[in-house]
C-alpha cells in the first residue's frame, strides 16, 4: 500500500445471512486527511467502521488499514488505530489521571511516557488542576476532550471517530473539532461518522452511504455543486430519501 493512504478497501463487503450491510464499496483516505463517513442509521457506516478497526471480519473483498490487512492482521491495526466510540469510553469512577495510566499502559506506553504524554494532555486541555477529579464530576464536554486526547496518546495512524460530538453543545464541538485539526496536523489520519451535516463541511472529504453503498464521495464543496444545494443537509436528504432501509 502507498505511503500516502491511510485507509484503502476494494469491493469491501459484509454480509450477515441473505442480509448485506455493507455492500462492495471501494474507497480510499489519505494519510492527514479527516474523512467524513455519513449515512442515516442502517446504512452500514457502523458495520463498515468495525471492520476497518479490526473487530469485524469482511464476508469478501478487502480493507488495508494502517499498511496491513484488516481480515489477516486484525491485532497489528488495533496497534497503530486509535478508537473513540459515540457512547463515552472513560471509566467515570476512577479519577483524570488514573484513567490516563490505565489506557496509556493498554496502549503499551512505558510508565515514563505515560507520565510524560499524560502531563502533555492536561496542558493541552488547560485541565493541569483535574488530574485528581473523577471523571464523573467532570462536564460532558471535558469528557469528550479527555476521551480523544487519550485515545491518541499512543500517537497512532489513524484515529476512528465514531459520532464523537452526540449530546454536546455547539461550543464544545467546534472545541472538539479544534482537537481533530490539531491531530491530523501531526500527520494523525481521522476517520468520523456524524449526524451533524454541518460538520461534513469541517472535513476534507465526505462519503455518503445508503442502503450499504457508497452514493456519492468527494469535498464538500464539490458535492454542493453536484447537487446544485449550498447545504450538505440537502446533498444529504437527496441521496437519503430514497433509502430502503433504517433503524
Known sequence: MNNSIAIDTKNLTKKFGTFTAVDHISFHVNSGEIFGFLGANGAGKTTA?????GLSSPSSGEAMVAGFNVAKYP???KKNIGYMSQKFSLYNDLKVIENINFYGGIYGLSRKEISRRGHELLERL????????????LPLGWKQKLAFSISIMHKPTIIFLD????????????QFWKLIYEAADE?????????????????????IMVDGKIEAMNTPKLLKEEFKTDSMDE?????ARNAKRGE
Open 75 to 77: 491485532n497489528k491495526v
Open 187 to 207: 500527520g494523525i489520519t481521522a476517520f468520523v461518522t456524524t449526524h451533524y451535516m454541518d460538520e461534513a463541511e469541517y472535513c476534507n472529504r465526505v462519503a
Open 126 to 137: 488547560n485541565i493541569p488542576n483535574e488530574a485528581k477529579t473523577m471523571v464523573s464530576e
Open 49 to 53: 467502521m468495525k471492520i476497518l478497526c
Open 235 to 239: 446533498v444529504f436528504y437527496q441521496l
Open 163 to 174: 459520532e464523537p460530538t452526540g449530546g454536546v453543545d455547539p461550543v464544545t464541538r467546534r
